[in-house]
């Protein structure tokens, strides 16, 4: 395997570190692998092909999160680190809220006319 010495970052620094084009390649395919997941996950969304509010959308965006935040590393781009982490610490709470929401769903299968979470006004 030939060798690139020393790998550049998109900012045009030095990494300092040489790296086989292999290496290159899979953290390139690392990269956009976030960023199509990200992408196709607020695609769905726009399209209503999916809720905003399910466990799928919001483990889409901490994927998509987690592989930008590895990518943001090796290219040393700290405010897209920080940013990536946040959006994953987001997903994350969504993921929460959207299983508790489920728990909540299914309590509200065995009362109907009951919405999750919302107390039923009682007349009388």
């Known amino acids: 395997m030939p060798r690139v010495a ?3 970052s998109w900012s045009g ?4 570190r040489p790296y086989t084009l292999a290496v290159l390649i899979v953290w390139e395919v690392v990269g956009w692998g976030g960023a ?4 196709t996950a607020y695609a769905l969304v726009a399209t209503h092909r999916l809720d905003a509010r399910s466990k799928t959308y919001h483990l889409m965006n901490l994927g998509a ?3 930008l935040t590895v990518y943001s590393i090796v290219k040393f781009a700290w405010a897209q680190v920080a ?4 959006w994953g610490a ?3 709470i969504g993921i929460i809220l959207a299983i508790t929401a489920a728990r909540g769903l ?19």
């Open 36 to 39: 199509v997941l990200l992408v």
């Open 6 to 8: 020393p790998a550049r």
């Open 90 to 92: 987001v997903a994350v």
């Open 13 to 16: 620094c030095s990494t300092d």
């Open 65 to 67: 999160a987690v592989l």
């Open 83 to 86: 940013l990536n982490a946040f």
């Open 106 to 124: 299914t309590t509200a299968a065995v009362e109907p006319g009951v919405e999750p979470g919302v107390e039923p006004v009682r007349e009388g």
